[in-house]
T-cell receptor, first 115, second 111 residues
Framework: DGGITQSPKYLFRKEGQNVTLSCEQN?????MYWYRQDPGQGLRLIYY???????QKGDIAEGYSVSREKKESFPLTVTSAQKNPTAFYLC??????????????FGSGTRLTVV | KQEVTQIPAALSVPEGENLVLNCSFT??????LQWFRQDPGKGLTSLLL?????REQTSGRLNASLDKSSGRSTLYIAASQPGDSATYLC??????????FGAGTTVTVRA
C-alpha cells in the first residue's frame, strides 16, 4: 500500500545532540512537509520541499535542517540550536499540479523527547 | 495570514447523538479544505476533502459543508459511537500548497 513511513516512532535526545527523523513516501508525491505539533496548538510548518534539491523554510525553521536528495525521502534534523525540541513531529506529502482535488497524506509521527 | 479557528475545543456527547464540529477561516481564497481525524499519539487520517467549488462532501456517517464566502466549514457526524472519540482537525489550503490548521476539537463519545 502507498503511504508515508516515519521512523523512529519514539526518539530521545540528550542536551547538545543532533538527531535525525526519517520520512519516506512511496506515493510519487512531489511536495513534502514537516510539521511540529505541541499540546493544545495547531500544527506548525517547519520546512517544505516541492522538488528534489530544493526546500523552503516554514514558520518555525530555526534550529532545524532538512535535505531532499531523493523524491521519496525528506529527513529532518533537529539540531542543538533548537532549545525546546520536545514535541510530536509529522511528515506529510501531496502531489503538485493536481490543484483542488488532491489532499495531503500524513505519516504516523515521531515523538521526540529531550532527556 | 490565514487564521483557522475550531470551536469548541472539546465536546462530550452520549452515544447516538449527532456531532457538529465547526471550523472558521479568515481568508476565503482557498483551494480546498480538509478534515482530519487524530487519535492520541497517532498521525492524521484524512476524512473528507472539499474543493473550493464544492458545497459539501459525504462519506458514510460523515458530511462536511463549506461556505467559502463566510469562511466556514462544518463537519457533521451522524449517530456518534464511542469509536468516534478522537481529535478532529480542519486544514485549509491556499494556492501555495501550505496548509493552515486549526487547533482541533477533541470529541468524547460516552457509551
Amino acid at each position: 500500500d502507498g503511504g508515508i513511513t516515519q521512523s523512529p516512532k519514539y526518539l530521545f535526545r540528550k542536551e547538545g545532540q543532533n538527531v535525525t527523523l526519517s520520512c519516506e513516501q512511496n506515493l510519487n508525491h512531489d511536495a513534502m512537509y514537516w510539521y511540529r505539533q505541541d499540546p493544545g496548538q495547531g500544527l506548525r510548518l517547519i520546512y517544505y520541499s516541492q522538488i528534489v534539491n530544493d526546500f523552503q523554510k516554514g514558520d518555525i525553521a530555526e534550529g532545524y535542517s532538512v535535505s531532499r536528495e531523493k523524491k521519496e525521502s525528506f529527513p529532518l534534523t533537529v539540531t542543538s540550536a533548537q532549545k525546546n525540541p520536545t514535541a510530536f513531529y509529522l511528515c506529510a506529502s501531496t502531489p503538485l499540479g493536481q490543484l483542488p482535488s488532491y489532499g495531503y497524506t500524513f505519516g504516523s509521527g515521531t515523538r521526540l523527547t529531550v532527556v | 495570514k490565514q487564521e483557522v479557528t475550531q470551536i469548541p475545543a472539546a465536546l462530550s456527547v452520549p452515544e447516538g447523538e449527532n456531532l457538529v464540529l465547526n471550523c472558521s477561516f479568515t481568508d476565503s481564497a482557498i483551494y480546498n479544505l480538509q478534515w482530519f481525524r487524530q487519535d492520541p499519539g497517532k498521525g492524521l487520517t484524512s476524512l473528507l476533502l472539499i474543493q473550493s467549488s464544492q458545497r459539501e462532501q459525504t462519506s458514510g456517517r460523515l458530511n462536511a459543508s463549506l461556505d467559502k464566502s463566510s469562511g466556514r466549514s462544518t463537519l457533521y457526524i451522524a449517530a456518534s459511537q464511542p469509536g468516534d472519540s478522537a481529535t478532529y482537525l480542519c486544514a485549509v489550503r491556499p494556492g501555495d500548497y501550505k496548509l493552515s490548521f486549526g487547533a482541533g476539537t477533541t470529541v468524547t463519545v460516552r457509551a
